[in-house]
Structures are given as structure tokens and as C-alpha cells.
């Protein structure tokens, strides 16, 4: 593996980035909409003096999911469209290895979900006034994390897929059940056992107890397992992509 290869591929894949208008406006704009229409929601459901809001109580751990579900269907389709397109086949015929590649493309990737999940963090607590209790520092780690999962799992199901319908079949096998279980409906512990221990092979479910927790703490000294658990997951899904690429589609 070679940084120099690695940093050329995350360049150029961020230069086509770029370059989309419509994967940009759905990188930027769609999670910051569908989070003020949470917001607006609430707007008119009245709330007990003294407790909290029902923005305040949903909103940090919905917030969570859709970056994690726009970075997985972007990334998915877009690293399969090049393989079908002869690109990652050029690539991996150069002296790039499968490890520069798929390293490449989470790099370039990586830095559009961090730049994403710090936008909607800062967008729901200074524009949509969500209260939290925790450092908004700590919030934005997590939901940068639940970005670059998703591109981490956005990259593995690419990998093990044919078509762009499959990468998208893929999305209700993957990110369907985490969302059941990852604790949002109702509490992990009150789970039927099984179901607990489903849940937690699952990396969201992590990520929404860490939400979970900031929401009631001021300190982030209790989410640091967490965060270790998370980028495990992620590097597992890294290492899955490496190990599953195929230069192209047949």
C-alpha cells in the first residue's frame, strides 16, 4: 500500500465529487431539510412545563441516521457505477493495490461525511436551537462516526454487489435492521434477549447509546468505548471491501 496512491485516488474521486451537482446537493442539503421537517413537526405537540421537547428528545439520535443512509446509498452506488464503468479496473492495472483503492475512495469519502455530520450538528444546534446536554464536540464525533460508517458500509456492500439494484438491495438488509435495533423505538434492555444480543453486533447501536448518553451528561468521559467500538466496526468494513473487490462487474 502507498500513501502517494492512496491520497491520488481520494483526489480524484473528490474532484468528481465535485464536480456532481446533484450528489452534492444530496450530500449538503437533504439532511439539513429533512431535519427541519422533524423540527417543524414537533412544532405544535405541547410539552409538560419543565419537560422536554419532542425535538429535543428524537432529534440527536435521528440525526444520527441520515447521514449514516445518505453516505451508504452514495457511496455504494458511486463505487459500483466506476466498476462497472472500467475505472476501478484502470486503477487496479496500474500500480495501485486493492488496498490503495478501497483506502482511496474512503479517504475522499471520509472527509465528505466528517464535513456532513459537522454541518448538520452545527445546523440543528445553532439554527434548530436543539438542547443537549452533552459538548456539542462530542455529539459532532458521533455523528461524524455514523457518516463515515456509512460510507465504510457503503464501500462493502459495493464490493459484494453486481449491479447498482443490488448495492440498493442492499440497504434493507444492512441499514433496516440497525435502525429497528439499534435502541431509537425502544430501549436495548427491554428487548427480548435475542434480540438484545442481535443488537448488539449491530455498530448503530452504539452509536445511539452514545447519543443517548450525551443527551443526559455534560461530560464525555462515558462514550469513549463507544467510539472504539464504532471505529472497529468501521475498520472491519474496510477490511471487507479490500478482501471482497473485484476490479469490475461481470
Known sequence: MSPRLTGATAVRVL????????????????????????????????TRPGAQS??????????????LIIMFLITSVTTL?????????????????????????????GL?????????VGYALWVLHLTFA???????????????????L???????????FQALQMMPAVILPQLLLSGIAIQRDMMPRALEWISDALPL???????????????????????VILLAFIAGALVLGVATLRRRTD
Do not use: H, N
Not at 21 to 43: C, D, E, H, N, Y
Not at 54 to 67: E, R, T, W
Not at 134 to 152: E, F, H, Q, R
Open 15 to 46: 474532484t468528481q465529487i465535485r464536480r456532481d451537482k446533484r450528489t452534492l446537493a444530496l450530500i449538503v442539503f437533504i439532511p439539513l431539510i429533512l431535519l427541519t421537517l422533524l423540527w417543524w413537526m414537533f412544532q405544535d405537540v405541547p
Open 54 to 67: 419532542p425535538f429535543d428528545s428524537v432529534g440527536p439520535a435521528i440525526m444520527g441516521l441520515f447521514p
Open 81 to 109: 457505477r466506476e466498476r462497472q464503468g472500467g475505472t476501478m479496473e484502470r486503477l487496479m492495472a496500474s500500480p495501485s493495490s486493492k488496498a490503495d483503492v478501497v483506502l482511496g475512495y474512503a479517504l475522499a469519502f
Open 112 to 120: 465528505v461525511a466528517t464535513a456532513q455530520g459537522a454541518l448538520v
Open 134 to 152: 452533552g459538548p456539542a464536540w462530542a455529539l459532532m464525533i458521533i455523528i461524524v462516526l455514523d457518516s463515515i460508517l456509512g460510507t465504510a
Open 154 to 164: 457503503g464501500l462493502a456492500a459495493s464490493s459484494l454487489s453486481r449491479t447498482e
Open 205 to 227: 447501536s452504539y452509536a445511539i447509546d452514545a447519543i443517548k448518553t450525551l443527551s443526559k451528561e455534560t461530560s464525555a468521559s462515558s462514550i469513549w468505548s463507544q467510539v
